[in-house]
């Protein structure tokens, strides 16, 4: 399923949502169209795969952040997180905007994001909050502070805010040096 979602995305990278063609997905992944159609009666529904399948891919980074016992690294980490997801395939987030008229789909999308939100929330709040314990980010709320850092992630990865062809390198550099100026260090 891996190969097909990253040949959706790449092919999403390249013309955008509204232009992916199933056959041309179909092609890069190295399968058949109807082997596709058997996985994914829509595109619709592979497009909503492809870009749920990005997101368990930032979760997962997440969760494995607990591992990290430096409560700044730990912090750089989530925050950057989200950035590398957008990084890796720009025009990702354009899925969403373009699967907005399926409302079952939508309510999925939705649904995955809010709950990726809030884990990712959930574990930059305890991180700031072992940090504030150590010293660092002093009289910060770090609820405000863990919406404000992911919140750049959101802005940076919005085709609204930031252009696809943003920095990332740049971006990437620049967070851990915000977080670090935040934390008092």
Do not use: C
């Not at 996985?39 to 494995?64: G, M, N």
């Not at 699967?99 to 809010?114: E, K």
């Amino acid at each position: 399923m891996e190969v097909i979602h990253e040949a959706t995305l790449a092919i999403v990278d390249e013309v955008g949502p509204a232009q992916a063609r199933l056959a041309a997905i179909a092609q890069r992944a190295g399968i058949s169209y109807g082997m596709l159609y058997q996985f994914f009666p829509s595109r619709d529904e592979l497009l909503l795969s492809a870009v749920l399948a990005q997101l368990a891919k930032i979760e997962e980074k997440w969760r494995l952040t607990g591992e990290i016992a430096d409560p700044l690294q730990r912090i750089i980490a989530i925050a950057i997180a989200p950035i590398d997801g957008v990084a890796e395939h720009a025009r990702a987030k354009d899925i969403l905007v373009e699967l907005q008229g399926s409302q079952s789909i939508s309510q999925a999308a939705a649904g995955a994001i809010r709950r990726g939100s809030e884990l990712g929330l959930t574990l930059l709040g305890q991180a700031l909050r072992d940090a504030q314990r150590e010293g660092f980010f002093p009289d910060l709320n770090p609820d405000v502070v863990a919406v404000t850092l992911l919140g750049i992630s959101e802005a940076y990865g919005s085709s609204l805010y930031a252009p696809i062809s943003a920095d990332w390198a740049e971006v990437k550099h620049q967070i851990p040096r915000l977080i670090r100026r935040l934390a008092g260090t």
